[in-house]
Every structure is written in structure tokens, then in C-alpha cells.
């Protein structure tokens, strides 16, 4: 989401004839776009803001902003040394403004901005879009709804405009985006029409989206899903516990029973889908037995990926006010047991595709000269780097690299 807002301010920026440098001694403006969903996110800000320090003794003139859910969060932060403006995420026109005319501002929101007439360039061929913004779950633990505020879904005409303009440009993936993306509602039309509007547009190859709810999925997803070849086979469907308490007291609106369904109906209709997930262990009041259950629960979903994290307790949040913190040492512990777990899953299910023969689009370069290339059904495989960013290609997996399959190309997939 900070990614597709990046863009989106740089479009701003851009607009009003601000020149993009490519390192930060020759910036007079510099922007770090930031998240507050765990303590680990805000403290990287403030070292980051830390590190320019020096910058800003050199050049005093360089004017220093602070965006995203940390400006919300953390509004204190204009009275750090370095700091000039602190623009939280409903607040970036006024910034573009601020920044021209004002010396230091903690700058003021607009009520459920949407930025629905700004359209990103496709600086890559792998590109986000956002459909929605904000969240109306209140999980006990998260902090977005308080800092992104309502679900506002975004009108299908601009997402349409900016989808075509996208491609026009030379992306060839777009991942529709949203906290919920599932909940998109528009004038009678629901997540599963969008994708398949944005689906038929000429020249997009690869129809992603991120993250589904599973309280919030619509009767018809995965048809639509299963129907159309252009829209990635990959589910990435948040869990957060296998203890029914623990779901409960986050407020998650379903049950370990409900959430294993769903995937069995994903895997019945698409037998190739991918599912990924993310898990909080140590939720206040988690108990040994509760983490069990959510061991128990990951085995049997086998998810493809995971993004595990410890609980971490924001203020404001209905959990942080819950009197059983669990102890540092536990959560690190429990995480490093799911992690081990989740980790022989995730490489047995890669070493599933040893010798598979695939379609894979390539879509950025990775480390050591090789290619990122993406299956259809949102497979991650690395290519050697004679592949070219945004070409097809029919390729043979013949080792697996971590957890990470490597592929041979066999030949173009449209030779
Ligand atoms: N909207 C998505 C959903 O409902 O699952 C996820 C959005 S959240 C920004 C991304 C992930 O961060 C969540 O799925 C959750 O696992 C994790 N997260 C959110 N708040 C957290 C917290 N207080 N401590 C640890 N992890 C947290
Ligand atoms: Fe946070 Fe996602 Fe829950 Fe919304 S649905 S409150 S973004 S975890």
C-alpha cells in the first residue's frame, strides 16, 4: 500500500514540477513514507530520521517530510530537529502545497480523501493499483483503521482510466490493492466485477490483487477467479490465529473451522491456487494451548507462504488495553517455532514444482543477475538473467534455491 502511495505522490509531486534526483545530496525535498503497524516499522523511521542529521546540518535549507500512518500515529514528530512537515496519509495535496510556501506544518487532512483522479505511471512493468482505501474491521490488534480511516472504495471509471493508462505505459501486471480488497463496493459493483472489467483490458497479462478478508469474500471470487486465465490463481488471505478464543478476541469474524473451508473451496475449484497468510503469535492472552492450535492449523492449511510476526502492542487499539500481555521472551519464542514449522512447508510445497514445466512472466531483477519471474498463479521463480522484464516465458524448474524455485527457460510463450 505505502509502495502505491509513493507512487501516487510522486505523481503528485510531479504535476507540480518537482524534479526527481536519483541521490539524496542533490534533493532540496525529501519525502519517507512510513508504517506504524508494528513497533519495529515506527522505530526504523526515527532511525532513518537519525541518519539525516548530518544532511540537514550541512543543508539547512533541505526541507524534510514525514508521510504515512507514522505522521498519524507519531504527530510529535514535528518537533523533531530534522523534521519540517509531517503529512499523515489523508493529507498529501495540502502538502505539495505546504511544502512550497511554509517552513514547518503539521499538516491538516482532508475527511476520506481518495485521490481517485490521480493516476500513477507505470515505472515498472510489475505495477499496484489501489481500489480502496481504509478498513472497517477494527481487529483488536491494528491500527490502520484509526490512522487510514473508513473503507472508501474507489469509482470504477477512475480505477479503469488508471489501469489502461498503466498498461498503455508498458506494465503488464497490476495487483489491485486494498486493506480488505475484497470489500470493494461502487454502485452495485463488487470486487469480483472489477477484476473482471480490469481483467479484460488489451496487453495486461497478469491480474493480481492483495489482501482478502476472509470474513469479507464474495460468494462468486473464485469462479471469477478460476474462469478468466489473466487473473493470478493466488490467494493471500490473512489468518492471524488458529485458536477460535484468540480470533474471537481479535475481533477476526470467523472461526479456524470457517477459515479452513475457504481454502478447501479455493483448492477445489483452483488445484493449482497458491495461498499465502500472515499469523500474530502472542496476542494478549494467547496460551500455550491457543498457539498450538495454530500450529495445528497452519499443518493442515499448508500454506505456499507465511508473514509471521509477534504481536506488537499499538497504542489506541482495543488489545493494547487487554491486562494479559504475553512476555517478549514467549513471543519470540512461539514465532520461532512457527517459523521452523511454516519454513519445511513452504519448501516441500516448492520442491512440489521440481521438474514442473510452467508459463512465467518476468517482472524485475533479482539478486545476483538473475530474473523475478511470477507464475500464473503467483508462484515467485527465479530466471536467469538473459530473461526479459515483461516477457513470457515457458520455463522448467530444475532446482530449488532456498525456498525459492529456479527455472531453465524452454522457449518464449508466445513462439
Ligand atoms: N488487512 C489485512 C488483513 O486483514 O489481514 C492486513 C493488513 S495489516 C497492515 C498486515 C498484517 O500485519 C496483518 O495481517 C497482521 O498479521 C499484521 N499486524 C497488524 N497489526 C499487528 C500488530 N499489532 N502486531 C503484529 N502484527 C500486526
Ligand atoms: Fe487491520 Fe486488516 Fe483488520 Fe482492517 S482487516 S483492522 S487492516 S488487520
Same mark, same amino acid.
Given at each position: 500500500?505505502?509502495?502505491?502511495?509513493?507512487?501516487?505522490?510522486?505523481?503528485?509531486?510531479?504535476?507540480?514540477?518537482?524534479?526527481?534526483?536519483?541521490?539524496?545530496?542533490?534533493?532540496? +525535498?525529501? +519525502?519517507?513514507?512510513?508504517?506504524?503497524?508494528? @513497533?519495529?516499522?515506527? @522505530?526504523?523511521?526515527?532511525?532513518?530520521?537519525?541518519?539525516?542529521?548530518?544532511?540537514?546540518?550541512?543543508?539547512?535549507?533541505?526541507?524534510?517530510?514525514?508521510?504515512?500512518?507514522?505522521?498519524?500515529?507519531?504527530?510529535?514528530?514535528?518537533?523533531?530537529? !530534522?523534521?519540517?512537515?509531517?503529512?499523515?496519509?489523508?493529507?498529501?495535496?495540502?502538502?505539495?502545497?505546504?511544502?512550497? %510556501? #511554509?517552513?514547518?506544518? /503539521?499538516?491538516?487532512?482532508?475527511?476520506?480523501?481518495?485521490?481517485?483522479?490521480?493516476?500513477?505511471?507505470?515505472?515498472?512493468?510489475?505495477?499496484?493499483?489501489?481500489?480502496?482505501?481504509?478498513?472497517?474491521?477494527?481487529?483488536?490488534?491494528?491500527? !490502520?483503521?484509526?490512522?487510514?480511516?473508513?473503507?472508501?472504495?474507489?469509482?470504477?471509471?477512475?480505477?479503469?482510466?488508471?489501469?489502461? $493508462?498503466?498498461?498503455?505505459?508498458?506494465?503488464?501486471?497490476?495487483? /489491485?490493492?486494498?486493506?480488505?480488497?475484497?470489500?470493494?463496493?461502487?454502485?452495485?459493483?463488487? +470486487?469480483?466485477?472489477?477484476?473482471?472489467?480490469?481483467?479484460?483490458?488489451?496487453?495486461?497479462?497478469?491480474?493480481?490483487?492483495?489482501?482478502?478478508?476472509?470474513?469479507?469474500?464474495?460468494?462468486?471470487? +473464485?469462479?471469477?477467479?478460476?474462469?478468466?486465465?489473466?487473473?493470478?490463481?493466488? /490467494?493471500?488471505?490473512?489468518?492471524?490465529?488458529?485458536?477460535?478464543?484468540?480470533?474471537?478476541?481479535?475481533?477476526?469474524?470467523?472461526?479456524?473451522?470457517?477459515?479452513? #473451508?475457504?481454502?478447501?473451496?479455493?483448492?477445489?475449484?483452483?488445484?493449482?491456487?497458491?495461498?499465502? &497468510?500472515?499469523?500474530?503469535?502472542?496476542?494478549?492472552?494467547?496460551?500455550?494451548?491457543?498457539?498450538?492450535?495454530?500450529?495445528?492449523?497452519?499443518?493442515?492449511?499448508?500454506?505456499?507462504?507465511?508473514?509471521?510476526?509477534?504481536?506488537?502492542?499499538?497504542?489506541? &487499539?482495543?488489545?493494547?488495553?487487554?491486562?494479559?500481555?504475553?512476555?517478549?521472551?514467549? @513471543?519470540?519464542?512461539?514465532?520461532?517455532?512457527?517459523?521452523?514449522?511454516?519454513?519445511?512447508?513452504?519448501?516441500? #510445497?516448492?520442491?512440489?514444482?521440481?521438474?514442473?514445466?510452467?508459463?512465467?512472466?518476468?517482472?524485475?531483477?533479482?539478486?545476483?543477475?538473475?530474473?523475478?519471474? #511470477? %507464475?500464473?498463479?503467483?508462484?515467485?521463480?527465479?530466471?536467469?538473467?538473459?530473461?526479459?522484464?515483461?516477457?513470457?516465458?515457458?520455463?522448467?524448474?530444475?532446482?530449488?534455491?532456498?525456498? !525459492?524455485?529456479?527455472?531453465?527457460?524452454? $522457449?518464449?510463450?508466445?513462439?
Amino acid at each position: 500500500m505505502n509502495k502505491y502511495d509513493s507512487e501516487m505522490i510522486r505523481t503528485l509531486l510531479l504535476k507540480e514540477n518537482f524534479r526527481e534526483v536519483s541521490n539524496i545530496e542533490e534533493a532540496n +525535498f525529501v +519525502f519517507l513514507n512510513t508504517c506504524a503497524v508494528r @513497533k519495529n516499522a515506527e @522505530k526504523r523511521v526515527l532511525g532513518r530520521l537519525d541518519s539525516l542529521k548530518g544532511l540537514k546540518k550541512e543543508k539547512p535549507e533541505i526541507s524534510i517530510s514525514v508521510l504515512g500512518c507514522v505522521a498519524k500515529y507519531n504527530k510529535e514528530l514535528i518537533n523533531h530537529p !530534522v523534521v519540517d512537515f509531517v503529512a499523515p496519509p489523508d493529507s498529501y495535496r495540502s502538502l505539495v502545497n505546504a511544502i512550497k %510556501t #511554509k517552513k514547518k506544518e /503539521l499538516v491538516p487532512e482532508k475527511y476520506c480523501e481518495q485521490y481517485s483522479d490521480i493516476f500513477t505511471s507505470a515505472f515498472k512493468t510489475s505495477v499496484y493499483l489501489s481500489i480502496t482505501r481504509g478498513c472497517n474491521h477494527f481487529c483488536s490488534y491494528c491500527i !490502520v483503521p484509526y490512522l487510514r480511516t473508513q473503507l472508501r472504495s474507489r469509482p470504477a471509471d477512475d480505477i479503469l482510466k488508471e489501469a489502461e $493508462k498503466l498498461v498503455a505505459e508498458g506494465a503488464n501486471e497490476i495487483t /489491485l490493492l486494498g486493506q480488505n480488497v475484497n470489500a470493494y463496493y461502487y454502485k452495485g459493483l463488487l +470486487f469480483p466485477d472489477i477484476l473482471k472489467k480490469v481483467s479484460e483490458i488489451k496487453g495486461l497479462k497478469l491480474l493480481s490483487f492483495l489482501t482478502s478478508h476472509p470474513a469479507d469474500l464474495p460468494e462468486n471470487l +473464485f469462479y471469477v477467479m478460476a474462469k478468466f486465465p489473466i487473473i493470478s490463481r493466488y /490467494l493471500h488471505l490473512p489468518l492471524q490465529s488458529g485458536s477460535d478464543k484468540v480470533l474471537r478476541k481479535m475481533m477476526r469474524r470467523y472461526t479456524r473451522e470457517d477459515y479452513l #473451508k475457504i481454502i478447501e473451496r479455493a483448492r477445489d475449484l483452483m488445484p493449482d491456487v497458491t495461498i499465502t &497468510t500472515d499469523i500474530i503469535v502472542g496476542f494478549p492472552g494467547e496460551t500455550e494451548e491457543d498457539f498450538r492450535q495454530t500450529l495445528k492449523t497452519v499443518k493442515s492449511a499448508r500454506f505456499d507462504q507465511a508473514y509471521m510476526f509477534a504481536y506488537s502492542k499499538r497504542e489506541g &487499539t482495543l488489545a493494547s488495553l487487554f491486562p494479559t500481555q504475553v512476555k517478549d521472551s514467549i @513471543k519470540k519464542d512461539r514465532l520461532q517455532r512457527l517459523i521452523k514449522i511454516q519454513n519445511e512447508i513452504t519448501k516441500s #510445497k516448492a520442491e512440489e514444482l521440481l521438474g514442473k514445466e510452467l508459463s512465467v512472466l518476468t517482472i524485475e531483477n533479482g539478486k545476483n543477475g538473475q530474473k523475478v519471474g #511470477k %507464475t500464473k498463479n503467483g508462484r515467485i521463480i527465479m530466471l536467469p538473467g538473459v530473461a526479459k522484464i515483461g516477457f513470457e516465458y515457458i520455463i522448467n524448474i530444475y532446482k530449488i534455491n532456498g525456498w !525459492v524455485p529456479v527455472g531453465k527457460i524452454k $522457449k518464449e510463450a508466445d513462439k
